[in-house]
């Protein structure tokens, strides 16, 4: 599959704060879809945050998984893609990539494989060992997810990338979140959350790519990234003030 030759790489170097983090990437959509925008990467690394699914928000115990997100100082919003629950904070990196497409929908099932090949790579730039698969009992559940393998102890694999799109007449919005750096708070928001939805999980599977490879940053991961879509595309930087956030 392939996407856009040039691609502009713009890098959010604060939060916006949680809400106006997940808004932006739909607005910058809206524009691609009208030509306003080209494609591009939007990089940054978010406030903490539970993105919950729209069946989540179905479920009797969504009031007090809220509660339990803010207890732990996360904060629980809604996004329009599916999936269940996912947690993140600074020491994520967070990766929109945003393409005016006037047939979006015909590809939307091809990019799942594509990005999910691209951020494993991505990974194993950075000296993760990493594959594409759902492992059992990973929080939101995806087909295409990305996993860290522990080179200790090979039957140990945690999620490290969790991905979401968004499809419009005119565009699309394929989003991914990177788990870099601190696993710890976010395992815990997920099995508190977790547990007032009342869905199963297995919290081993909820990790950071530092947790296989100590040291390691949010810095390294992106650099590699981007050597790794420097492959895919010309790379074009802009700065995050021509966004007009």
Not at 138 to 159: F, I, L, N
Not at 162 to 180: E, H, K, N, Y
Not at 198 to 227: K, Y
Request: aromatic share 8%; charged share 20%; proline share 5%.
């Amino acid at each position: 599959m392939a996407t856009a030759d040039v691609l502009t790489v713009v890098r959010q170097d604060r939060t916006l704060g949680a809400a106006r983090d997940l808004e932006f990437g739909l607005e910058l959509l809206a524009r691609a879809r009208t030509g306003a925008v080209g494609p591009m990467l939007r990089l940054y690394r978010p406030a903490p945050t539970v993105a919950f699914g729209q069946r989540d928000t179905r479920l009797p115990g969504f009031e007090s998984a809220q509660q339990a997100c803010r207890d732990h100082g996360f904060e629980p919003l809604v996004r329009r893609a599916g999936g269940r629950a996912a947690a993140y904070h600074e020491g994520t990196l967070i990766v929109d990539h945003i393409e005016p497409d006037q047939d979006a929908v015909a590809g939307s099932k091809t990019r799942f494989g594509y990005f999910g090949e691209l951020f494993a790579v991505a990974l194993q730039r950075a000296g993760v060992q990493s594959a594409v698969g759902e492992i059992p009992g990973e929080y939101c559940p995806g087909e295409y997810s990305v996993h860290g393998v522990d080179a200790a102890d090979t039957s140990h694999r945690v999620k490290l990338v969790g991905t979401a799109q968004r499809v419009v007449a005119g565009g699309w919005l394929f989003s991914s979140v990177i788990v870099v750096e601190n696993s710890t708070p976010i395992r815990t928001v997920l099995i508190d959350s977790y547990a007032a939805l009342g869905l199963a999980w297995d919290p081993a599977t909820a990790g950071a790519a530092d947790d296989l490879v100590p040291g390691l940053t949010v810095e390294v991961v992106q650099a590699a990234l981007l050597e790794t879509y420097a492959g895919h595309a010309t790379l074009v930087e802009a700065p995050f003030s021509s966004l007009g956030a």
